[in-house]
């Protein structure tokens, strides 16, 4: 299982993404109301790898923005780019002879 917690420019957490397989990606977005929770995020991030894909539009991401390499970007647009990476990633990750 790969993991990786995405964090902002000042190093806070807000989502955190696990690859079960190359096919199998869940993601999990804290709410800023909440604080991050490592362990949860990866329990709630593999149980969704498990059950259904992650989210492929931005409508069904957060209305929020971050601070990420110096400018402000959409949290959608960030998770989205960090799905692909995560594909990609896992791909090398799980390949087999």
């Known amino acids: 299982m790969l993991i990786k917690h995405l964090r902002d420019d000042f190093h806070q957490p807000y989502a955190t993404v696990v690859s079960v397989n190359e096919n199998q ?6 709410s800023p109301k909440d604080s991050f929770n490592r362990k949860r995020g990866r329990n709630i991030a593999f149980n969704r790898a ?21 400018e402000y970007k959409s949290i ?9 990476n995560m594909k990609i990633r896992s791909q090398k990750y799980y390949w087999k002879d």
């Open 25 to 30: 990606i869940g993601i999990a977005i804290c």
């Open 50 to 70: 498990l059950i259904k894909n992650p989210p492929e539009f931005e409508e069904d991401l957060p209305n929020r923005h971050i601070l990420k390499n110096g």
């Open 76 to 84: 959608g647009e960030v998770i989205l780019s960090e799905i692909e």
